[in-house]
């Protein structure tokens, strides 16, 4: 009887908002949290960063008040970071939650992150850290073409899917096809990890000229509220993985003369565009359902959550 009882029981539910950035994920996140008493669980890779306060769109501290934030700025630029430590991090945090909560919200624009929490990480071989070292030295010395011609050569099959203007992907493959002696893709695909809750996709969306006005609103918004000052006191850490970001290498690049403030500012935008557009695409493989991401349909979305929980 009593295992009938336990089979019986509703499994947890993770309501994951995912969408582009500037589309109000934030702001649906908290008014979630606040209405069904939870929390949430930060999986956006550039909010772990507590220097990266406002070129990645962080919580405010007023926000970070109303409802408590999980990986948000408990990380320093110059600590090792990967998806790896948060699939091992986050994942016993929310079944430690999960004991005295019904519901939890997770949200962000980091796509690789929430896989990592939904569905688990392909497990790849130890890395040999020389590779790594060589691999970056030849990013600054040659170039990112010099990184995507060596992927090209070791791993076709993954040069064909990779986001070829992130040299951080483009080392960890490589990293990878060097230490192992085989592919990159070789790796991918493996079977999944079974996870102890119901994902419930939630996703916000809009028409794309409206999508645009709210980046450029938005990066406005940010050299207003000091982006250069904050991009000018982490410029002697530029090299690092965290700061290979949109917002802070193109005020980097108007530091080194390279180019104007106001194309700094102009580019900052255009590559946002850019990298909502990825998110974009890569979000269209999730089973969610949709919604505008406007805040008037903020109690449908409430609704149609609860009319889950029920």
Known sequence: MRAETYSMKKPKLLVVLIGPTAIGKTALAIRLARHFDTEIISADSRQFFREMKIGTAAPSPIELKKVLHHFIGHKSISDEYSVGHFENESIPLINSLFENKKTLILVGGSGLYIDAVLFGLDRFPAINPEYRLQLNTLLQEKGIETLQNLLQQKDPVYFGKVDRDNPHRLIRALEVCLSSGKPYSA??????????????????????????????????????DGLENEAKSLYPNKQLNALQTVGYQEFFDFFDGAITREKAIESIKQNTRRFAKRQITWFKKYDATWFDGNSENYQAIIEFVQHKIS
């Open 187 to 224: 790796f991918l695909n493996q079977k999944k990890t079974a996870r102890h809750f119901q994902p419930l996709i939630i996703g916000l969306q809009t028409e794309r000229k409206k999508l645009y006005e709210r980046i450029n609103k938005r990066v406005d918004q940010m050299v207003s």
